[in-house]
């Protein structure tokens, strides 16, 4: 067993003659199963406790890969920030939890979820794209709808990055452990790639139309008074410091009362009247990225709000939490108001989206079991 | 649907559209999260490799097909019968370690966007992110494989926890650390990109799987060189950032300071590892393999140093080529991974993985690479191998084979095996060993609030308990074992074994055959010492060596 023979003792002759110094396989019988003895069959990663009877590949792959002086780590940090102590404190939120390491991503993203999942929605974007260029879709656009879609639609592509770049890929850097910041870069990345789409898919109308001014998007966001409390409201998620306040007032106010209102509320419900069906198509994406990310966030945040001993102080932050980013994104969200009613065709009404947003929010604080706001009727 | 996908937009346009997505921002900035004292106010416009999602997202998807394709076919043609057992028991080590500092990678990314101000770099770094949680899982990935499929699964079941408590996990984790504290320039582009990923990975990610590939194992290579394949976007992002920094020539001091400590503690980390896995992970002896040293040589000193590092100067970056050539003077003429490699092995009781004894055919290609080997290190492995098995003796760190247990650096944390270089100084307080000159400036010149007469606010802090045997001081070895739960599913037999013999349940090591030995902390003793005492340590310890060998004893 012990003496079996190195690659450098095996033949290295070729069948031509010729010889060549390679390593040979040689005959070790080192697979499982080959002996007996303590701990032969011991195949599972036996130093967390998976949250059903079995681990599954997700966590196997992502549990305590950042570690914890709380669990493991002996001889704690061995970096510190200039006035603070390094890793990964979990004074980074106000939250608390009596053991951050219950938090599994339901999405169970790993690498082959990542890829695949993103891979399919790229080629689906693309695909969607490339049917509306062959069909001529783009020529079929009223010019009015078609301004809608360089001015209103364009802008979107802006909070979307701004979320992406300097909300949620910050917000990955802080949280305490490997699966709540694992969660939140899928989040960011979701983010990113739909910004991307939305430019690229610019492009293509601009080339498409001669009348569409593929520049139009960045007077729109920069200095539209319609747009201007959506980029003020982006800007200051941005400013947050604490990464589970940004992560609640980016996916729990913004996103409902802002982006899912403008996105599928407005884009999806008013480009088909215009005869537009490759926007919503993109728009769709992006609506069904959230719910993946609004599932890691609701389970995030339940999970927290339900903790034995935070639960009650857990619930009163995230309220105050709400409480201050729910009229940023109110107001941002009624800057929007004009843009309704700007296509020939418009089926819906700004109020009524409005109030299925507000509706939406409620329907989520009501699963977390979280009092909502006084704010979200105001 | 070919006609409808064939037909793609020019690249220049995507890209100047995708530049067209950040704004500047007027009503709230990002948050400062991670100071640095760097200045980026005059940095002129940098271009990284471009990225567009719509082009990655598919073209990672379709390497990691590859890399899951080439896993089903390896457990089908049942590789595992032809891996060399001395090699997988490193693994069990290395692939502890290394998810860390991959997903540290991702983690750092925001401190390299929050604090280079312009957004042409942003895109690269972002992606960069996602790259490394892929980078982290995939290793995750390959070493459940192993743990499921490899003889001898003790060691990788345990992995995360072990990574976290044992002494070798946490000198690794400096590199990983390194990148996500501290002042956000020295750690996210000087320590990981400028040199962790642009100079060792070559090591890491070339010259490992080669020898993977050598013993058997050729999951390791696929995985690693898709691994690698996304790493030349990572340098390139590097390369824009310090491009930046050095036109304002504020910076050129710090990005002096900061490239002789990274360079410094990569050497001695990384070659510590992946330098012992690689000379003394193998089986494969042929003399026309390429060494570690041989391998350092080329990849490190010609490529990084000469044709990357260096044509850095006219755009006046200090390299530290004392520093280079100091690193090569340890690995060629101080042996320096030798006696890592002769230390991993001293401390085996205390590891979670097991390490081969050397045998005649491991001597004789030492002996061929670097020549006078023999004399250093032979009786030594030779002692190891004669203690094996337990037979009424201690492990061989407890048993007199002219074998002076050696102080821990504070800084690297690598032992100072190199026992000429031993520095002493009371720094904080405290007496502090360190394996060399620039481990203690480390320690007491960069990473201070201070800096040649300049604050530097935003530097980091070497912190923890850095020396691991402080935690088990004078603890009985056995219940150190128990403690660190390096224990096998029937509650006595180690996991750790200084040999392969696995047939033979009396050859392996139980906690019984290592009561009796306690484990005193060098550095607390070091303390208790009064100053003649501590200088006359200090002069025989520098006088001992090579191989660990007491001063005066041959
Ligand atoms: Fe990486
Ligand atoms: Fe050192």
């Known amino acids: ?378 | 649907m070919p006609a409808a996908t064939a037909r793609r937009q020019s690249r220049t346009k995507i890209h100047d559209k995708i530049q067209e997505l950040s704004w500047n921002p007027t009503f709230a900035t990002p948050v400062d999260k991670y100071p640095t004292d760097y200045t980026f106010e005059k940095a002129p416009k940098k271009d990284p490799m471009k990225q567009v999602l719509r082009s990655y997202f598919p073209m990672e998807e379709e390497k990691d097909q590859r890399v899951f394709g080439a896993m089903d076919g390896a457990v089908r043609g049942n590789m595992f019968r032809h891996v060399q057992q001395r090699w997988m028991e490193w693994q069990k080590l290395f692939l502890s370690i290394i998810p860390f500092p991959e997903i540290s990678a991702a983690r750092a990314m925001p401190l390299a966007i929050n604090a280079v101000p312009n957004p042409e770099v942003h895109n690269g770094l972002a992606v960069q992110m996602i790259d490394e949680v892929r980078h982290s899982t995939i290793q995750m990935n390959l070493k459940r494989l192993y743990m499921n499929h490899y003889i001898d699964p003790a060691g990788f079941d345990i992995t995360e926890k072990a990574f976290s408590n044992c002494y070798a996990g946490t000198i690794g984790r400096q590199f990983g650390e390194g990148f996500i504290t501290g002042d956000a320039i020295t750690a996210a582009d000087i320590y990981l990109t400028i040199v962790a990923e642009t100079a060792f990975t070559n090591t890491l990610f070339v010259a490992m799987p080669s020898e993977a590939a050598a013993n058997g194992d050729y999951l390791l290579p696929t995985v690693f060189h898709s691994v690698q394949s996304d790493e030349s976007r990572h340098i390139s992002n590097g390369y824009s950032i310090i491009l930046m920094a050095l036109a304002d020539e504020r910076n050129r001091e710090l990005l002096a300071r900061d490239l002789r400590y990274a360079w410094w503690n990569n050497h001695a980390v990384v070659d510590a590892a992946i330098g012992t896995f690689i000379e003394y992970g193998t089986k494969d002896r042929r003399k026309d393999r390429e060494s570690y040293a041989e391998a350092w040589r080329r990849w490190i000193y010609d490529d990084y140093y000469r044709s990357y590092l260096m044509p850095l100067e006219k755009y006046g970056l200090e390299v530290p080529h004392d520093l280079v050539e100091e690193a090569w003077n340890r690995i060629w003429n101080k042996g320096y991974i030798h006696e890592v490699a002769q230390f991993f092995a001293t401390g085996w009781p205390v590891n979670y993985w097991r390490i081969d004894p050397m045998t005649d055919e491991d001597f004789e290609w030492f002996e061929h690479k670097y020549p006078g080997w023999y004399d250093k290190y032979g009786k030594w492995w030779e002692n190891y191998s004669r203690l094996r098995h337990p037979n009424g003796h201690g492990p061989i760190a407890f048993e007199d084979v002219n074998y002076q247990y050696p102080h821990r650096c504070w800084t690297c944390m690598v032992p100072c095996l190199i026992r000429e270089d031993l520095v002493v100084d009371k720094v904080d307080d405290q007496w502090r060993t360190y394996c060399s000159e620039t481990c203690r400036w480390t320690d007491k010149v960069a990473f201070r609030p201070e800096y040649k007469g300049r604050d530097t606010p935003s530097m980091g802090r070497l912190t923890g308990k850095r020396e691991w045997e402080t935690l088990y001081h004078n603890w009985d070895l056995a219940d150190i074992q128990k403690d660190l739960g390096y224990v096998r599913d029937d509650g006595k037999t180690l996991i750790p074994q200084p040999h392969m013999d696995l047939d033979d349940p009396k050859k392996l090591w139980t906690l019984d055959d290592c009561k009796g030995y306690p484990f005193p902390s060098p550095n607390i003793m070091l303390n208790e010492m009064s100053d003649q005492e501590r200088e006359e340590f200090a002069t025989q310890y520098k006088a001992g060596g090579p191989g660990g060998r007491y001063a005066g004893r041959a």
């Open chain 1, 1 to 378: 067993m012990a003496d079996t023979l190195s690659p450098a003792q095996t033949p290295t002759q070729t069948p031509t003659g010729r010889v060549r110094s390679v390593p040979r396989l040689v005959f070790t019988d080192a697979e499982a199963g080959a002996l007996e003895f303590p701990s032969s069959n011991s195949r599972s990663f036996n130093y967390f406790k998976p949250q059903r009877l079995k681990a599954t590949m997700y966590e196997d792959v992502t549990v305590d890969v950042q570690p914890d002086p709380a669990r493991y780590l002996t001889q704690n940090w061995v970096y510190g920030f200039a006035k603070a102590p390094g890793g990964y404190p979990t004074e980074w939120t106000a939250a608390k939890s009596s053991d951050w390491h219950w938090f599994r991503d339901p999405n169970q993203e790993w690498e082959q979820t990542i890829y695949k999942n993103n891979a399919r929605l790229v080629r689906q974007v693309e695909q969607n794209i490339a049917n509306a260029r062959n069909e001529g879709a783009f020529e079929r656009w009223s010019p009015g709808w078609s301004r809608i879609v360089a001015w209103h639609v364009g802008a979107w592509m802006h909070p979307e990055h701004g979320l992406g770049m300097h909300v949620f890929l910050p917000a990955q850097r802080d949280a305490p452990t490997n699966m709540i910041n694992n969660a939140i870069s899928v989040n960011s990345m979701h983010k990113l790639r739909i910004a991307q789409d939305l430019a690229l898919f610019n492009l293509e109308a601009s080339e498409a139309r001669s009348d569409f001014d593929g520049k139009a998007h960045l007077e729109a966001w920069n200095d539209d008074p319609v747009w201007q409390p959506v980029r003020e409201n982006a800007e200051k998620l941005t400013a947050i410091r604490d990464w589970l306040e940004a992560v609640v007032a980016a996916n729990l106010a913004f996103e409902p009362l802002v982006g899912e209102l403008f996105r599928g509320g407005y884009v999806m419900a008013t480009a088909a009247a215009n005869g537009d069906f490759v926007t919503p198509s993109i728009m769709g994406v992006a609506e069904s990225d959230l719910e993946r990310d609004l599932g890691y966030t609701k389970d995030l945040i339940g999970g927290l709000t339900s903790d034995q001993e935070h639960g009650r102080q857990n619930i009163e932050l995230v309220g105050e939490w709400l409480s201050r980013w729910i009229p940023e994104s109110l107001a941002a969200a009624r800057s929007l108001a004009p843009v309704f009613s700007e296509a020939e065709n418009s089926p819906v009404t700004f109020e009524d989206t409005l109030s299925r947003a507000r509706e939406r929010v409620r329907a989520i604080l009501g699963e977390l079991e979280i009092p909502t706001p006084k704010e979200l009727d105001q």
